[in-house]
C-alpha cells in the first residue's frame, strides 16, 4: 500500500486554507461580548470589500440554501409572480423553494449543459411587466455551465423585479459588479471559493431589495433579515447564536483574499478551468457545458460506454482523490472538477495526470502527458514572461 494523501477536488466543500483552519482553534470566545461583535464586523467588512459592494451584507449560520431559502422569505408575498431560469439541479432549487413560499413561478427551462440566455429573460420581462423577481444561478455547478449575468442584470435593473443571484460558486470565480450591474441580492458560502467548512451562508441586500422587505408578506421567523441588520447596527453582533469558529475562520481567509485581490482570485479559477478544458480536448473528452463553460467546476462527459461513477470511483481508491459524479439524471454520464478556492496548477497538473492512468486503466486510448502537456501549456502561457 502507497501513501494516499486526501485530496478534495469537488466544487463544495473544497480545500481548506490552512491560516484559517488554524484560526479555528482559537475561537474559544463568546458571541455576546464585543471581542466577538468586532471580529464580525471585521469579517462583514472585509465581505463587503471583496464582493466590492456598498450594500448591506449579512453572515447566516447555514449552507448557501439557507440563504436562497431567505431570499425568497424576506423580499417576497404568496403569489408574486416571479421569473425562474432553470439550468440544472440548483436551477431546480430555486422553482421548489419558490413553489414552497406559493409564488406564481414562470419557469424558463434549459436543457443540462446549456444556459437560460438573455434574450429569453428579456421576452419574460416584456410578457410578464408585474414579475416581482427573476431568480438565477451565476454558476449552475450541476453542469459546470455559466450564465450571463451582466446582460440579464441590466434587463432587470430598471424594472420593478429584484434580480436574485446565487452566486454560491460564482463569487471568486468569475466577475460579478453588484452595484454597477443592479444585483440586489448576491448569494455566497464560506465552503466554495471562500476556502473555510460548509456552515455559513451570506447575502448582499441592496437598497431596492430592503424597499420590497417593507410589504413582503410571507412569514418568517429565524431567517429575519431585517432583525438580523438591526442587530448587526446596533452592535450587538447577530440575532441567533453565530458560528464563532467559523466567522474567525472566514476573517483569515479574507485577508488572504485581499492580499491575493479578488481578481487574482478569479483569474486563478479560469485559468485552472481552461487548463482542464484543454486538457480534457488532449485525451479526447467533451465537455458537457459547451457553449457558456464556467469557471467554478469543469463537467466532463465520460467516454462512450463508460459510466462516469467508475471514473469518481478510480480517483478515490487509487489516489486519494474525491472529484464530483453528475447529479439526477446526470448521474453515470458526467464527472465533475473543481477549481475555485484554494486550488493551483499542481493540483490540477495532478488531477489531470491521474485521470489520464483512470482512463487507460478502463480501455480508453490515452497517449500518456498529452493531458498534462495541454494544462501546463496554459500555465506558460500565464506565467512565463514574453519573449
Given at each position: ?5 486526501q485530496?478534495?477536488l469537488t466544487?463544495?466543500?473544497?480545500p ?7 484560526a ?6 463568546h458571541?455576546?461580548?464585543?471581542d ?6 471585521q469579517a ?5 470589500e471583496?464582493?466590492?459592494t456598498t450594500n ?7 449552507s448557501?440554501?439557507g ?8 423580499f417576497f408575498?404568496?403569489c408574486?409572480k416571479v421569473?425562474v ?9 430555486w422553482q ?7 409564488l406564481?413561478?414562470?419557469?424558463l427551462?434549459?436543457?443540462y449543459?446549456?444556459?437560460v440566455?438573455?434574450a429569453?429573460v428579456?421576452a ?5 411587466p408585474?414579475?416581482?423577481g427573476?431568480?438565477i ?6 453542469t ?6 451582466e446582460?440579464i442584470?441590466?434587463?432587470v435593473?430598471?424594472t420593478?423585479a429584484?434580480?436574485v ?16 450591474w443592479?444585483?440586489?441580492?448576491c448569494i455566497g458560502?464560506?465552503?466554495?471559493a471562500?476556502?473555510?467548512p460548509p456552515?455559513l451562508a451570506?447575502?448582499?441586500i441592496?437598497p ?6 417593507a410589504?413582503?408578506?410571507i412569514?418568517?421567523?429565524y431567517?429575519?433579515l ?6 448587526v ?13 467559523h ?16 481578481p487574482?482570485?478569479i483569474?486563478n479559477a479560469q485559468?485552472?478551468?481552461k ?10 473528452l467533451e ?5 457558456s463553460?464556467g ?13 462516469s ?6 480517483f478515490?481508491?487509487?489516489f ?8 439526477g ?6 464527472f465533475r472538477?473543481a477549481h ?9 497538473f495532478?488531477?489531470?495526470a491521474?485521470?489520464?492512468l ?7 486510448k ?10 501546463q501549456?496554459?500555465w506558460a502561457e500565464?506565467?512565463?514572461?514574453k519573449?
Amino acid at each position: 500500500m502507497h501513501i494516499k494523501k486526501q485530496r478534495l477536488l469537488t466544487p463544495g466543500p473544497t480545500p481548506l486554507y490552512p491560516p484559517a483552519l488554524h484560526a479555528m482553534m482559537a475561537s474559544d470566545v463568546h458571541h455576546r461580548t464585543q471581542d466577538f461583535v468586532k471580529i464580525q464586523a471585521q469579517a462583514l467588512a472585509s465581505l463587503k470589500e471583496v464582493m466590492d459592494t456598498t450594500n448591506d451584507v449579512l453572515i447566516l449560520v447555514a449552507s448557501g440554501s439557507g440563504a436562497m431559502d431567505a431570499s425568497v422569505s424576506n423580499f417576497f408575498s404568496h403569489c408574486d409572480k416571479v421569473i425562474v431560469c432553470v439550468a440544472g439541479k440548483f436551477g431546480e432549487r430555486w422553482q421548489e423553494i419558490a413553489k414552497a413560499y406559493s409564488l406564481n413561478a414562470v419557469v424558463l427551462q434549459s436543457e443540462y449543459g446549456d444556459v437560460v440566455t438573455p434574450a429569453r429573460v428579456a421576452a419574460a420581462l416584456a410578457e410578464n411587466p408585474d414579475a416581482k423577481g427573476v431568480f438565477i444561478q451565476a454558476s449552475e455547478t450541476s453542469t459546470g455551465a455559466a450564465h450571463d449575468i451582466e446582460s440579464i442584470a441590466k434587463l432587470v435593473k430598471p424594472t420593478n423585479a429584484l434580480l436574485v443571484v446565487d452566486a454560491i460558486t460564482g463569487l471568486g470565480t468569475m466577475p460579478l459588479d453588484i452595484d454597477n450591474w443592479g444585483i440586489d441580492i448576491c448569494i455566497g458560502g464560506s465552503q466554495k471559493a471562500f476556502m473555510i467548512p460548509p456552515g455559513l451562508a451570506f447575502l448582499s441586500i441592496s437598497p431596492k431589495a430592503w424597499e420590497r422587505n417593507a410589504t413582503a408578506s410571507i412569514p418568517r421567523f429565524y431567517f429575519d433579515l431585517k432583525k438580523e441588520k438591526k442587530m448587526v447596527e446596533k452592535g450587538e453582533g447577530s440575532s441567533w447564536t453565530p458560528n464563532t469558529s467559523h466567522i474567525i475562520a472566514l476573517n483569515a481567509a479574507l485577508d488572504y483574499i485581499k492580499q491575493l485581490g479578488m481578481p487574482k482570485l478569479i483569474e486563478n479559477a479560469q485559468l485552472l478551468a481552461k487548463a482542464t478544458r484543454d486538457a480534457a480536448s488532449a485525451l479526447g473528452l467533451e465537455l458537457f457545458a459547451k457553449g457558456s463553460p464556467g469557471s467554478s467546476v469543469t463537467a466532463i462527459q465520460a467516454p462512450a460506454g463508460m459510466d462516469s461513477g467508475v471514473i469518481v470511483k478510480a480517483f478515490r481508491t487509487q489516489f486519494g482523490a474525491v472529484i464530483a459524479n453528475g447529479q439526477g439524471s446526470m448521474k453515470g454520464q458526467i464527472f465533475r472538477m473543481a477549481h475555485l478556492g484554494y486550488f493551483d496548477f499542481a493540483d490540477t497538473f495532478a488531477v489531470i495526470a491521474a485521470l489520464e492512468l483512470i482512463l487507460h486503466t478502463n480501455g480508453h486510448k490515452v497517449t500518456f502527458g498529452s493531458g498534462v502537456a495541454a494544462a501546463q501549456r496554459v500555465w506558460a502561457e500565464a506565467n512565463q514572461p514574453k519573449a
